[in-house]
């Protein structure tokens, strides 16, 4: 059996591809924590192989003989709400089964049968305790997906671990490993018995550290594709290599999925893996909104997220004082990273997916209207003049209605164009994203296939707030000629969103400058 590229669940080294998960952490520390008794956290964004990590540090635990290490994942007390009883029901039957899959340990499953159908609310530290004190042998325990609970259930679950932290390791577990993926202080636990906020890190105040799975290297995905080449003989063209990374910048879903993609042996593994074939495979990947892509999608509707990502979209930064428990979330959910200027988001694909995702209904209500092969010339190159002059009508005429039915409207201009754009990219050219954060703007590039080869065109976006001035057009100019010379492109064209009171007839014109030898396409809006 040919193995494969894994994009659900954990990892399973006889079937999939895969890098050693012991590899991807610091293995002696963590091995410090466990052997000095501390309780800690490991977190990461979903799909990155938390729960991979975890089993296979389970695996080594068990295989020195002087530990029992169970992980259980605990998602399902998540339907508990907030029945504390009836989660603790929920955590102990996990255990019960766990324990058994993985040491052949029934002293859980029999403490759980004896007293099912009458567990109270403490009977998680109870267990916790008579487990521990059964066997000689240090019990270290990994919780999956704690987060998953809410309100009194996640509360009681920590104060019970907090509460046994002290008997450790006779009567309770030697150490603990919480897995979800956010940090603990990132918990805002709604009490309804207390009718109170309580922040994770006061109910678990005796966490030692808290540890974040990281993404692969460059390396590391150069070696998870030769494993490919090694058992089907299907070789990678060198380029797919920097692209995938540049593409992805490591995200493990993300980098599994555009290789599963493109090696699919509809056509056997004759043929080697391409750059196209990776860009055919992103473009299908967001077309079909595949799970990653809609969960992604789900958390920019939360309002935490959306105060961290919409400035970045508008090319801005998050304000000064912006809460930074909102950017450590949206960094925890793996949307955005810190850069060198600040945050941004985490990859490129998340450049395009996120105001793709922001824009689709737009996009569905501009099909009728929008004929993409109206700007089509009879070359088959794309008519990017006639697309901006019809856009610049079209904004002018609706754009307060559509910027309103953002969520996003910060970046409401710099979106609706970019929705309007994709309409008619759609029929088979990209765009790629770029944001200059802090300095108002966004760089598109659009790449359009023809007979000839492929046009390449560079769109800058920049929004004021203000009555614009000639150092805003010179600003925009000069970094419109910085992005064409970076690409080594020569059509390129400034939209410059004026959200002033100013009239439109002040804000609506076309002209043409010149700046550093290159003639810019400038548009006022």
Known sequence: MVRFFNTEGPMKPEIHYSIDPLSRVDLARIMDLIESQRYFLLHAP?????????????????????????????????????????????????????????????????????????????????MLAAWAANDPRPLVLFLDEVDALIGDSLLSLLRQLRAGYPERPERFPQAMILCGVRDIR??????????????????????????????FSNDEIRTLYLQHTAETGQVFEEPVFDLVWRLTLGQPWLVNALVQEATHRKNGYSRPVTVTAIESAKEKMIVDRVTHIDQLGAKLREGRVRRVVAPILAGGVPEEGTNQDDAGYAIDLGIVRRGSKGLEIANPIY????????????????????????????????????????????????????????????????????????????????????????????????????KGG???????????????????????????????QRTGLGEGHLVLFDRSERTWDEKVYRTRREHGGRMIEVWGM
């Open 351 to 450: 450049r395009e997916v996120i105001p793709r995702y922001l824009t689709v209904d737009v996009v569905d209500a501009l099909m009728p209207s929008q004929e993409p092969a109206w700007y089509i010339a009879d070359d088959g190159r794309l008519d990017m003049v006639k697309l901006l002059q019809a856009f610049q009508q079209f904004f002018r005429e609706n754009s307060e209605h559509w910027v309103k039915r953002f969520d996003y409207q910060e970046s409401g201009p710099q979106l609706l164009l970019q929705a309007f754009l994709q309409r008619i990219i759609n029929g088979g050219g990209t765009i790629e994203r770029e944001y200059g954060l802090g300095r108002m703007r966004t760089d598109l590039l659009i790449r359009w296939p023809w």
């Open 186 to 215: 990132d918990y805002r636990i709604e009490s309804s018995r207390e009718k109170a906020a309580v922040t994770g890190g006061s109910a678990f105040n005796v966490k030692a550290e808290s540890l974040r799975l990281g993404d």
């Open 46 to 126: 979903r799909q990155t192989g938390k729960t991979s990590v975890m089993r296979a540090l389970v695996r080594h635990l068990n295989a020195t003989g002087r530990y029992r290490a169970v992980c259980s994942n605990i998602e399902g007390a998540q339907a508990a709400r907030e029945d504390v009883a009836m989660a603790v029901d929920s955590i102990l039957s996990a255990l019960a089964e766990d324990s058994f899959a993985q040491l052949r340990d029934r002293f859980p499953s029999d403490w759980y049968e004896t007293r099912r159908g009458e567990l109270s609310a403490g009977d998680l530290r109870r």
């Open 454 to 484: 492929e046009q390449r065109i560079v769109i800058e976006l920049k929004l004021t707030r203000k009555t614009p001035t000639e150092k805003w057009l010179d600003e925009g100019l000069a970094q419109t000629a910085e992005y064409l």
